[in-house]
């Protein structure tokens, strides 16, 4: 059905809220992040800002900016990224293959999905380990690092 024109624009290829509202959410992987929740709207510039995922029962809901938003298809949304939580869960290896833990915690700039630092549980250093980003080498199903775990070692020699 085509619309009809409103302050001289045609309408016939937008879509509504209620057509975002419940699609789901898919991430660069091609892994499911959850189902879109509500739309963030800006009053000022009258344009969407993001949305927010609900990622299921008893999980924390994620918002997600705009500019992160690969495209909008008939039965999902597409994101240009992989959501930093992801990470937490993985196995870290430093740069000689040797398993080093697994990420706790993801430290971020700000409230942006970039990540400054990484939190890793071992039993080989005792303690958690902040892993700088410089660090890290890859992401991908894990955690490579581009150092040795002597020089994490160092690093964190002083943390605690």
């Not at 992040?33 to 995922?53: F, K, N, R, Y």
């Not at 949304?77 to 993985?90: D, H």
């Not at 971020?108 to 892993?131: A, C, M, P, Q, T």
Request: proline residues 2%; hydrophobic residues 40%.
């Amino acid at each position: 059905m085509r619309l009809k024109k409103a302050f001289g624009e045609e309408l016939g290829n937008t879509i509504t809220s209620d057509d975002i509202v419940g699609k789901d959410v898919i991430d660069i992987d091609g892994e499911f992040i959850g189902v879109v929740e509500m739309l963030h709207i800006d009053p000022s510039a009258v344009e969407v800002i993001g949305i927010t995922i609900d990622k299921g029962f008893l999980r924390k809901g994620l918002i997600i900016g705009k500019d992160y938003i690969e495209r909008v298809a008939p039965h999902a949304i597409f994101l240009k990224i992989r959501p930093s939580y992801k990470l937490k869960g993985m196995n870290v290896f430093d740069s000689e293959g040797e398993n080093i833990g697994i990420v706790t915690k993801v430290n971020l700039h700000g409230k942006k999905n970039e990540v400054e630092s990484i939190i890793v549980r071992s039993g080989i250093f005792k303690r958690d380990v902040v892993i700088p980003v410089k660090f890290i080498r890859n992401i991908g199903y894990n955690v490579l690092l581009s150092v040795k775990k002597d020089d994490i070692m160092k690093l964190n020699k002083y943390a605690s």
